[in-house]
């Protein structure tokens, strides 16, 4: 994701059993031009949400290294890293449609056919549509840093959630996580190095890695001074 908001983690809330949100739904309206590659290219590179483990050789029509892109925003970032790994399939979730139908324009005018979008919430995906031990990398880029105090639990990374990821992780695979907001960095950090299956590839915070670009905002964040730490974690 490319926007500080993209995408909304939501912890678990007080009523027992609830299921977990990975997102706040939130209204946005779409241009013609995500309009019109929705409507064109959605049937080929939307794939429906089911109960079921991805059968990714035909998503893809390829056996590929697999990434999971947790909030995608517009889509900017994804399609440029795409580009850039042709060797690898992506799939990013994503539930708000601006965001799913401003990737697929980009997705249409660079012809990129390594990328794959579910909309819907990313934590049923990881659990039903995920296999274990299937994907060579996650990430998490920018994601909702909530930033009240009070609302620090409803961040994205939590211990709980990692765990869930590690589990769905190769041997080898990385988690990479990204934010513009201190606090959550410092969290982040936290968490992710308290987790035994996976260890730290840098000491502490990562250098930016080669393929995630600078988006807009983080552009004029840095312009203005402001830090954006990278974590990349790796299963062990």
């Known amino acids: 994701m490319d926007e500080p908001d993209a995408a909304d983690p939501v912890a678990e809330t007080t009523t027992p059993r609830r299921a977990i949100k990975s997102f706040v739904l939130r209204a946005g309206r779409m241009g013609s031009g995500q309009v019109r590659a929705m409507e064109e290219l959605g049937p080929a590179y939307v794939l429906p949400y089911a109960a079921q483990p991805l059968d990714e050789a035909q998503a893809f029509g ?3 290294p697999l990434v999971l892109e947790i909030g995608f925003g517009m889509g900017d970032a994804t399609a440029a890293i795409a580009a850039a790994l042709p ?3 992506f799939l990013g979730v994503e539930v708000h449609s601006p965001g799913v139908g401003a990737l697929l324009k980009l997705i249409g005018e660079q012809g990129l056919a390594n990328v794959r979008i579910v909309r819907h919430d990313a934590v049923e995906v990881l659990d039903h549509m995920i296999a274990p031990g299937s994907l060579g990398g996650v990430h998490v880029f920018f994601p909702d840093p909530w930033h009240k105090k009070k609302h620090n639990k409803r961040r994205l990374i939590q211990p709980d959630f990692v765990a869930r990821l590690c589990t769905r992780l190769a041997p080898g695979g ?3 996580c990204a934010t513009d907001w201190q606090p959550y960095a410092e969290q982040m950090l936290e968490v992710l ?6 260890r730290n590839t ?5 250098p930016r890695p080669h393929y995630r670009p600078l ?3 983080e552009r004029r964040g840095l312009k203005l001074g402001h830090g954006v730490w990278d974590l990349v974690f790796q299963r062990v």
Do not use: C, I, M, N
């Open 87 to 89: 060797d690898t399939d």
């Open 193 to 198: 190095s308290a987790e035994p299956a996976l």
């Open 174 to 176: 990385y988690l990479h």
């Open 215 to 217: 988006t807009k905002f």
């Open 202 to 206: 840098a000491e502490g915070y990562a």
């Open 62 to 64: 390829r056996s590929a």
